[in-house]
């Protein structure tokens, strides 16, 4: 089946650990995208990488890194330096060229104690 | 930085009855697209138009788009209880961009 998965779906950490969140896609997208949910609230973007080797912030980076070391794959890693990090984790990818809808991952809730 | 903006923030209706759900937003697109969330997972991709229609049908799904008034307009007929999630709206970032912002969603309940 092709799509876009993240794992795991629950993840629980201690103040001040990083945490790094995985993201798969099989569809051959070169576009990936890392955005963060907050509770009745919309999607805000983190990270997207148009090309491997390349990605560039979103509107709330800060406290977060990511990588783009092959085309399949763009994990998250959520730094001690993040004020906020409980949330809702959500992954994405689009091709570039064609359309531009974006598949979404089932995402990651995120919960730091 | 959001630019669509999702009217009403909640809605709940009767199994069968029609929901509209609308979307305003601020500069100018080349399309915009409608998604679906269920509680707890990630988004859907329902429909996208273009800047260059008025509307489109997919299904029990019609949308309209308004560019002099920046508006949108997603119509479910006949609604279902598995109709019941929320619907975001996105638009480009830019001319040709393929980064999208979305709305704060319309959480949608159908009652059985």
């Known amino acids: 089946d092709g799509g876009i998965t993240q794992s795991p779906k629950y993840l629980f950490r201690k103040e001040g650990q990083n945490v790094t969140l995985s993201c798969e896609q099989n569809l051959n997208h070169d576009a990936m995208y890392w955005y963060r949910q907050d509770p009745g609230q919309g999607l805000r973007l983190i990270y997207y990488s148009q090309i491997v080797n390349d990605f560039q912030k979103g509107d709330i980076a800060e406290g977060y890194s990511v990588s783009r070391e092959k085309k399949e794959s763009f994990p998250l890693t959520v730094t001690s330096a993040q004020k906020n990090p409980t949330a809702f984790y959500l992954c994405?990818?689009?091709?570039?060229?064609?359309?531009?809808?974006?598949?979404f991952g089932p995402g990651t809730r995120l919960t730091v104690t | 930085s959001q630019q669509g903006e999702e009217d009403p923030q909640a809605l709940s209706i009767q199994e069968g009855e029609n929901a509209t759900m609308n979307c305003s937003y601020k500069t100018s697109i080349n399309n915009l697209q409608w998604y679906r969330q269920n509680s707890g997972r990630g988004l859907v991709h329902l429909i996208l138009i273009r800047s260059n229609e008025r509307e489109k049908h997919s299904g029990r799904l019609r949308v309209t788009l308004d560019t002099s008034k920046k508006s949108s307009s997603l119509l479910i007929t006949a609604s279902r209880a598995a109709d019941t999630a929320s619907y975001f709206c996105?638009?480009?970032?830019?001319?040709?961009?393929?980064?999208?912002?979305f709305g704060k969603g319309t959480k949608l309940s159908v009652i059985p």
């Open positions: 996105a638009t480009p970032v830019g001319a040709g961009s393929y980064q999208l912002t």
């Open positions: 994405a990818s689009s091709p570039v060229g064609g359309s531009y809808e974006q598949y």
